[in-house]
């Protein structure tokens, strides 16, 4: 098992991995006050009242003092020693220890991003104030992406729209090697060669078959590009209608479950162990593996019930692998969608997402470093109403509020 | 509403110090915390021909005590305190347990009280110390590259450096004087000469930290007793006197980086109790983990003006012959620093000092000396500071 950074943390520090996973910047603020709390406080600094809660506050600091560690106790740094760090001055108050971007220096100006480290929690990392063309291609601000360029990735159904796009702007965003899955013939895995148009027009871009109900077929495709694979993106989508009154509704669910969550569970057995030995070398970058679900996983819909149910149950099963392929050091990331536009969903009203809005959506999330990205403004839409009132939405669904 | 004047504070009347005990260090032990204060106890007892069944106090401070404290010590040690404290501040634990024992001893509270700082260093427990230090430095200091006190004393230090004007050179001065002391002092576990070449060349450690800047942590543990003089006389232990002595947490926490410490809070009320100055003294012990620690203490306690150590330490030697007689037992630099016992280390040797008993490194006519402390590193700067003024006869 490869060693991971230092992961004990106390409940309210634990409380910025939400902002990190998005990519936002949000730190404790008193309620009562405004004082902006760091390091994360149980109880405010300046008027000790207990109601402190994660909000945006600004980005910029400026860095006080800076050090190149050389003598770590902890195996992880050791591995990636000298390292850099800086005490910055943030400009909503506290100073804070942040990792260091090469570009920053003492005295300068940063701006401060929350970002996941390997043992997935969440850290400062701050970064020149002026963006730079190359600013992405730091050694340490590369510990906390999984930026695609130069790494193998395996992009697992391109029998749809969405699994050739994502093809395409990875390999266009540097990849080293795209493997697309062309479905074998399956019932579950809905057999379709993958089209030359838009994909095979870049020499990076390869076609390998792989079906994800069949295990052994998975062995033998993992034991073919295990040993190279950085990054697995499962973009299958299983889109199926139907709900509780169609008169196939157990044969719908089982179709449904056997193409998202028992698809997605074969391939997390035959890909997920080569992914974890890779995370152990320090030579190359954090693993990944990124999965697109809908954003009904999180709330259903009741006329898609059975696509809405194995999503959710994708999504619960990700969380499974993100604790345990995350042990080993690889970042499970989720990228939710609202409805697509493909000819599955012909009849949906507008805005539909483009599946190039989804494939750019997982290119910024490895980019980024992040382990949840929403995709289009019926997605963003949802998410905002159910945080907002669980119970409203599921009636607002239940009459058929998108 | 506004609180009443505060009352002046008390003088320490009789109480005195004594039986100042040092037990040789070693880089690593097998042995437990509780295996060092045992032997420190036992030790002091010997020094003071007294039985366990003597200890009427006992102050303790340990970071490897676990998941034992003070409580767990006294059953451990089969002794029956009737006053007991537990002191958990790391490089200021000397002398707060001093203050602690010293106005229990002069209330009655106790009359003998030993005061015993111990810790082992075990292959990996320095690793397990740094790691759980502290709610903070778990949270936001510790996951940024583990440097431990190493990498937050050397962010300290690259902005003291920009801020004052400070060269490497002038914290050299101090390192090479306090070696030049522990060439003297038997139970230094560095005592090979250091040139001011030798220190400029050495590797880095955390920039602009390099290797003799930095602490070695090892295992060992220093005791005293605080009583009241006619007990140390009963005993005939030569003792010292404590003229005064201050303690503050957590001062100028608005500040962005650390630059000054509490001292500057508090020294004025410091000499004013001793009823003496910066001048009179004999000699110095400042808490010495890093050599930017001892400037800001150097400046705090008012030897020199804020931001102004540096000069101050090219206008002085401080070795034991020197203008400033300086950590003369080589400090934690030269001697190690074992856990807790680095916050009593300066304290011991100031107390053998001034008692004339020093090991080998007697500073000439060693009367009134300055005793310093600095605390616990819980995230980004030291909260704990205190002071003592000890005078021998």
Redesign the interface.
Known sequence: MSSL??A???R??RRLVGAAARGRFALPVCMRCGAVQ???RDVC?RCLYERLQLRAVPEGGTL???????????PW?RARLP?R???V?LDSGP?????LHGGCE??ARVRLELKL?R?G?A?LFALPAVETATMQDDRQLREFTQEPRGRNILVTDGSSALGRETARALALAGARQVWVGSGQSSPAFAPRAVPSAGATDLPNIMPLVLDAADPRQLQQCAAQIGAELDVVVNTADGFRAGGGLSPDGAALVRASFEAVVVGLANLAQAFGPALCARAADPAHGMPAWVNVLSIYACASRPEWGAYSAAHAAARSYLSCLRAQFGRAGVRVAEVLTGPLDDPAHSDQPPPLVRPGQVAAAVVELLRAGREEVVVGEVAQDLLARLADSPKALERELARGVP | MSLPARIARRRYDDVVIAAPVTIPYQRHSTQSAHWWAGRALRRVLEVARLSAADVDGLAVSSFSLAPDSAVGLVQHLGVAPRWLDHIPMGGASGVVALRRAARAVQAGDADLVVCVAADTNQVDSFRNTLAGFSRFAQDASHPYGAGGPNAMFALLTDHYMRRFGVQREDFGRLCVAQRANAARFEHALLRAPLTLEQYLAARPVCDPLHLFDCVMPCAGAEAFIVTRAPVAAALSLPAARLLATIERHNAFATDAIQERGGWLLDAGELWDMAQLGPRELDLVQTYDDYPVISMMQFEGLGLCAAGEAAQFVRNHTFTLDGTLPHNTSGGQLSVGQAGAAGGYLGLVEALRQVTRAALGNQVERARTALVSGFGMINYDRGICTGAAILRGD
């Open positions: 950074p230092p004990a943390r106390s309210a520090a760091y390091p994360p600094v006080l003092a800076v050090t190149t560690v050389r003598v770590t106790t902890d740094f390292w760090i800086g005490s001055r100073t804070a220890i942040a990792h003492a005295g480290d043992s929690e850290v």
